[in-house]
Each structure stands twice: as structure tokens, then as C-alpha cells.
């Protein structure tokens, strides 16, 4: 299925005792550009999105954001430095002692002095964060593919529709050039005949003359390579690959042909014709800038 380039999802999902959040979106790009945010103490997690969203996920400039929340008390231990305490007590004792002030000590005196406790949190399980986040993240995926098929659907949708234009251009170019011949001749008789008057006209030398002609407009190599091409171009529209940069090479090969077609053309008719079918193909060019 065709899939745009375009596309936004996004996830919100309890799971593991953490509350977790994946959004993505992405625009045109060439190549897989990813970049991630993810809280700085996941950092962990920017490899391994990357690699788990790029194997679903071909070309596009993506940006992914992640939240986590843990729900469930963290498991921590809260150490004392016991020589630091004594020694702010024996000092706090002292200045009651020498500058004969209440003691009014108590443990929640002594507790102000921070730096006396330390916090130590059990190291982050990365596999069960990483399992958590990826559940999530399936779930942001599905909804960011689903909008770039439903969007791809609508340039494909243009894409082909303006094949058919081109297709239309090109059959009024095949039955037109042979008519621009046999108009060619009969001009050619008509001039030759006026400048010479009563002498006979060699009928010989304008076949050939009108052959010569004919074989210099032909475009019908090029009118028969560009129906092929657009054979291809909707095989393409059918492929479940991500064809994007073959049909940009494909609409590089529709512009040969019309160009071939416009440098041939001895005829207003079949040049306003290639204009159209250029115009076409520009519009096409832009349309699969979009395609991953």
C-alpha cells in the first residue's frame, strides 16, 4: 500500500506500574532522519527506538517524543554518614555548653543538615522499561502508519488520475502526427506545383521528400516508451515496498520521452499537447515527493 511521508501518532498507556507516553510525527525527507526525546535518565532508549521504529518505517525526517511516569514507590535506601551526625551533634552540644543556651535538640534539628544522608535507588531495570515503552510504542506506530495510508491513498488516487491525462494527451499525439504528414505532403505538392506552374511535377522526389519528413516528427518510439513507462508507474501504485525513489526515477523517464516528443513536434496541435502532458508531469513530480 501506498503511505505518505506525513503521518502522526500517538500512545498513552499504563503498563508495569508506569504511565507512558509515545508520540511521533514525521515530514519529507530523502532519508530515515530519526531523533528522539526521551527523559535523560531513559537515555537508553534513543538506540533502540530508533532501530525498532526503522524496521517498519523507510524514509521521512521522524521525530519521536517519549514520557514516563512511575506510578509504584521506587525502591531506595537512605544511608546515614554516622561520623558526620556525631560530629554536628558534639558540635551543636558544645555551643550549648559554652554559651549556656537551651538544648533544644531533637532529631528533626539534626535532620536539616542534608548532607548527613545519602539516597541510593536501585539501579533501572532497562529490559522491563524498554518492553513497557516498545508495547506503547506499537501502539503510537499503528496509528502513525494508518494516517500516512490513508493519506498515501489520496496521492495515489492524484498520481494516477493524472496518468490518465497524460495517457489521453499521448493517444491524441499518436492519431494527430501521422495527419501532420499527409498535411505536410499535400502542402509540399501545392507549393511545388504554384512555383512551377505547367512543369511537371516529379511525384518520385516528393515521396521522398514527404518520407524524409515523416521519419524526422516519428514520435510514436517515444509515444509507445511513455505508455510503458505509466504501464510501470501503476505497477508501482500496487507494490506493498516502499517505491518512492524508483518512481521519482520513473517520472525522470516520463520527462525524456515528452521532452523527445516537444523537440520533434512540427505541429501546434501536438505542442500544445506536450505542455500539457510537461504540466502533468510536474505536478506528478511534486505529488510523489511525498511517497515513502
Known amino acids: 500500500?501506498?503511505?505518505?511521508?506525513?503521518?502522526?501518532?500517538?500512545?498513552?498507556?499504563?503498563?508495569?506500574?508506569?504511565?507512558?507516553?509515545?508520540?511521533?510525527?514525521?515530514?519529507?525527507?530523502?532519508?530515515?532522519?530519526?531523533?528522539?526525546?526521551v527523559p535523560r535518565t531513559f537515555g537508553f532508549l534513543d538506540e533502540k527506538l530508533k532501530s525498532y521504529i526503522q524496521t517498519v518505517v523507510s524514509r521521512g525526517k521522524m521525530e519521536c517524543f517519549v514520557q514516563i511516569?512511575?506510578?509504584?514507590?521506587?525502591?531506595?535506601?537512605?544511608?546515614?554518614?554516622?561520623?558526620?551526625?556525631?560530629?554536628?551533634?558534639?558540635?551543636?552540644?558544645?555551643?550549648?555548653?559554652?554559651?549556656?543556651?537551651?538544648?533544644?535538640?531533637?532529631?528533626?534539628?539534626?535532620?536539616?543538615?542534608?548532607?548527613?544522608?545519602?539516597v541510593h535507588k536501585n539501579e533501572a531495570d532497562e529490559e522491563r522499561i524498554w518492553n513497557a515503552v516498545k508495547k506503547v510504542t506499537d501502539s503510537a506506530l499503528k496509528n502513525?502508519?494508518?494516517?500516512?495510508?490513508?493519506?498515501?491513498?489520496?496521492?495515489k488516487k492524484d498520481v494516477l488520475e493524472r496518468c490518465e491525462l497524460i495517457l489521453s494527451n499521448v493517444a491524441f499525439i499518436e492519431t494527430r502526427s501521422p495527419q501532420t504528414v499527409s498535411e505536410y505532403n499535400a502542402k509540399l505538392i501545392e507549393r511545388m506545383r504554384s512555383v512551377l506552374e505547367d512543369v511537371n511535377v516529379d511525384e518520385q522526389r516528393l515521396l521522398t521528400e514527404a518520407a524524409i519528413y515523416a521519419d524526422k516528427v516519428a514520435v510514436a518510439e517515444e509515444t509507445v516508451r511513455l505508455r510503458s513507462h505509466i504501464s510501470q508507474m501503476?505497477?508501482?501504485?500496487?507494490?506493498?515496498?516502499?517505491?518512492?525513489?524508483?518512481?521519482d526515477f520513473l517520472v525522470?523517464?516520463?520527462?525524456?520521452?515528452?521532452?523527445?516528443?516537444g523537440s520533434k513536434a512540427q505541429d501546434v496541435e501536438i505542442a500544445r499537447k506536450v505542455i500539457d502532458i510537461k504540466a502533468e508531469i510536474e505536478k506528478i513530480r511534486e505529488q510523489i515527493q511525498n511517497i515513502e
Request: net charge negative; hydrophobic share 35%; with cysteine.
Open 1 to 37: 500500500m501506498i503511505r505518505s511521508m506525513t503521518g502522526f501518532g500517538r500512545a498513552q498507556e499504563i503498563v508495569d506500574g508506569m504511565s507512558i507516553t509515545v508520540e511521533m510525527k514525521s515530514v519529507n525527507h530523502r532519508y530515515f532522519d530519526f531523533s528522539s526525546r
Open 252 to 261: 525522470q523517464e516520463f520527462n525524456r520521452e515528452a521532452n523527445t516528443i
Open 144 to 155: 502513525f502508519i494508518a494516517m500516512r495510508e490513508r493519506e498515501g491513498e489520496k496521492l
Open 69 to 118: 511516569e512511575e506510578l509504584r514507590e521506587e525502591d531506595c535506601i537512605v544511608s546515614v554518614n554516622h561520623s558526620l551526625a556525631k560530629g554536628y551533634i558534639n558540635a551543636l552540644n558544645e555551643l550549648c555548653e559554652t554559651y549556656e543556651l537551651r538544648n533544644d535538640m531533637t532529631v528533626s534539628s539534626v535532620a536539616r543538615y542534608h548532607e548527613i544522608f545519602s
Open 234 to 247: 501503476y505497477e508501482f501504485m500496487s507494490s506493498t515496498e516502499a517505491i518512492g525513489r524508483k518512481m
